[in-house]
């Protein structure tokens, strides 16, 4: 696709349910970013995976948080037994790798996952 | 951990006046870029600056990237109601794996 595509784009969920949320970036983006955001806040780091690295988890929140990216392309965060402070929106962003010398490269995001939780 | 903190948080003022938004780290960067968040969308790039003093105009909107590569400002002048939203700085951390390290963000309305 054009650009980075998250689905779906509301979810509610009863408190303690499981949810997965979707990520497509886009093709060739080998960094791809989760971010949590609440109403007019900034983004809050989750995870991050870059190529074949090991992924940056130190953002997740607590053990009920993770996060897959399959064949470097596709992710899902997962959320276990959701809580109501879990409602936000999820973001999901991906990018070219940025080598030094090619510092303009830009992260692309989704529109975002609306989660609620009741 | 880098951090990088942006001021003010929250910023509304008339339509016509001039405003200045600070992003500041002890860390240095080897890039910082400034994105604008419009409500019910993700954040889209605005500009990426580079190099240390490094100026950027866009429109009425002038970028700065301070001489040490830690800290960044994003000047509009003669606000309008169209720049309301969500303005958000971004360091890239040449030194982790290139992770962007994201400000908390400046929310600025515009009233006419």
């Known amino acids: 696709g054009a650009g980075v595509s998250q689905s779906p784009s509301n979810k509610v969920t009863e408190k303690g349910k499981d949810v997965e949320l979707r990520c497509d970036p886009i093709?060739?983006?080998?960094?791809l970013y989760w971010y949590r955001q609440s109403l007019g806040q900034g983004l809050e780091f989750l995870i991050y995976?870059?190529?074949?690295?090991?992924?940056?988890k130190s953002g997740l929140p607590s053990d009920r948080f993770s996060a897959e990216r399959t064949g470097g392309s596709v992710s899902t965060l997962t959320i276990q037994r959701t809580q109501q402070e879990d409602s936000a929106v999820y973001l999901c962003?991906?990018?070219?790798?940025?080598?030094?010398?090619?510092?303009?490269?830009?992260?692309?995001f989704g529109q975002g996952t609306r989660l609620t939780v009741v | 951990t880098q951090l990088l903190e942006q001021s003010p948080q929250f910023l509304s003022i008339q339509e016509g006046e001039n405003l200045t938004v600070y992003c500041n780290s002890s860390?240095?960067?080897?890039?910082l870029q400034w994105y604008r968040q419009e409500p019910g969308e993700g954040p889209v790039l605005l500009v990426t600056?580079?190099?240390g003093g490094e100026v950027k105009k866009l429109k009425r909107l002038t970028f700065q990237f301070g001489d040490a590569r830690k800290d960044s400002s994003l000047h509009i002048t003669a606000a309008q109601p169209g720049d309301t939203g969500l303005y958000l700085c971004?360091?890239?951390?040449?030194?982790?794996?290139?992770?962007?390290?994201w400000g908390l963000g400046t929310s600025l309305a515009v009233n006419p």
């Open positions: 962003a991906s990018s070219l790798w940025m080598p030094v010398l090619a510092p303009n490269t830009e992260a692309f």
């Open positions: 093709s060739g983006h080998t960094a």
């Open positions: 995976f870059q190529g074949n690295s090991a992924p940056d």
């Open positions: 860390s240095v960067f080897s890039s």
């Open positions: 600056v580079v190099t």
């Open positions: 971004a360091g890239v951390d040449a030194g982790n794996n290139r992770k962007l390290i």
